[in-house]
């Protein structure tokens, strides 16, 4: 992660089932989890972004608030800055959360590849943090799994969204992601980003779902949240995604004909190519449900994944599907801001990176300034070249920082805490 921020309805009823689900896998086994990521205390650190629990999505709601606010030249505050680099543990890896930074991180630390690969992007963008950042990659590098990808906790199998935000963190510090290959068998994150892909080769699936990308390997199914993680990885892109240029028309799903087999290769045009499939599948999803994406959270009821609706319009924007995704994109300036007041930084930022990647001004997006409302739940900045405005009473944050991705971090680590492995298939899974 993940995720993206992550649900998608009006965030309060799938907050209430991903607790639901939590509580679940929490009772399953609370020891295994109990220690770590530190449990937040009542009064947050003074520099964190949120005014919820941070016990799961600290580093990554404060990463992509400050990289969100560092995209349209925002200075952000010392301090936030600050409470980011010192949650690092010595060996370079992050955990969600750690209550009191000065105690080192042990054995017992759950380190998390998408709350450091998150905190990656952020601090190679902000400068200054060079050490850091390489320790970050390092640790990163160390944790790799030997088909090439990244799971959420270091040990379990890779996934779609993992892999790619390390590959995004990965270019975000000056590291081509073909370069860094697993110990065992020498595979790139780009090969194995890809066996996620499900190509001509796929079995149960056809039609406007080839192309896409499941989460996992096992129980195999399209996810939309996976296949924007995967546009955006497989052109070794991160959050950020400028403006893009010339448009390149309507992304087109494989024709699986004269002989064309799963997956592709991993070099630049195949890469290309399983980014366009995965686009084309969005768009096919985008289409049936006026231009929004249906949530996919276990028990909720089909309502627009606002979160990742932004996701799918970045991975639109990154594969230079610009007029594909207007529509989206024009959906969210009407619907988007209720969630993301819910939401909190994470959630803002999403918009923040949705209106960036298509040129659209987040400063006043369906007559929301994002800017000052993402501003609103942390730290006064320390500079804006952009705007003096002050946010709006209505924006301040009332949540726990993680829109879509939030969500799919929290969940993945209760799961992982548990010991019984991912149970959803993504961030608002559709399958296993």
């Known amino acids: 992660m993940a995720p993206m921020a992550p649900s998608f309805a009006v965030l309060a009823r799938r907050t209430a089932a991903v607790l639901a689900a939590a509580a679940v896998l929490g009772a399953a086994a609370p020891a295994a989890f109990a220690d770590s990521p530190s449990p937040a205390p009542k009064k947050l650190p003074a520099g964190l972004y949120g005014t919820g629990d941070a016990q799961y999505d600290g580093v990554w709601r404060q990463s992509l608030a400050l990289l969100a606010q560092h995209t349209v030249g925002v200075r952000p505050a010392g301090a936030a800055v600050d409470w980011l680099a010192g949650q690092q543990c010595a060996d370079g890896g992050f955990a969600a959360f750690r209550a009191d930074p000065a105690k080192a ?61 390390v590959i995004g963190a990965l270019t975000a510090a000056g590291v081509r992601p073909e370069s860094v290959t697993s110990q065992k068998g020498g595979r790139s994150p780009y090969e194995g980003l890809l066996t996620f892909r499900l190509g001509c080769g796929a079995k149960d699936v056809k039609g406007a779902e080839r192309g896409a990308f499941a989460f996992q390997l096992k129980g195999a199914a399209p996810n939309a949240d996976a296949s924007a993680a995967a546009a955006t990885g497989a052109l070794g892109k991160g959050f950020v995604v400028g403006p893009a240029g010339k448009d390149a028309g309507e992304p087109v799903a494989p024709s699986c004909k004269d002989g064309e087999k799963d997956g592709g290769k991993a070099d630049a045009a195949g890469r290309k190519e399983a980014a366009e499939g995965a686009d084309a599948y969005l768009v096919a999803q985008l289409g049936g449900n006026g231009q929004h994406l249906p949530s996919a959270m276990p028990g909720a009821e089909q309502q627009p994944d606002v979160g990742n609706t932004a996701d799918a319009v970045v991975a639109l924007a990154a594969g230079g599907h610009g007029a594909a995704a207007r529509q989206p994109l024009a959906w969210l300036e009407k619907h988007a801001a209720p969630w993301a007041k819910t939401g909190g930084p994470a959630a803002y930022a999403q918009l923040i990176f949705a209106a960036h990647a298509t040129g659209a001004d987040p400063r006043d997006f369906g007559g929301t300034d994002l800017v000052a409302a993402l501003g609103a739940t942390g730290p006064k900045p320390a500079g804006d070249a952009g705007s003096s405005a002050s946010p709006a009473e209505d924006s301040q944050d009332t949540g726990s920082g993680g829109g879509i991705s939030v969500w799919w971090v929290i969940v993945i680590g209760l799961a992982a805490g548990a010991g019984i492995g991912f149970l959803m298939s993504g961030r608002r899974k559709r399958g296993l």
């Open 105 to 165: 991180c042990d054995a017992k630390t759950m380190r998390d590849t998408n709350q450091t690969a998150a905190a990656v992007q952020a601090l190679a963008a902000l400068g200054g943090h060079g050490e850091a950042v390489q320790k970050a990659v390092g640790w990163l590098k160390s944790v790799q799994n030997d088909d090439g990808g990244w799971p959420s906790m270091a040990g379990s199998a890779s996934d779609a969204n993992s892999t790619s935000v």
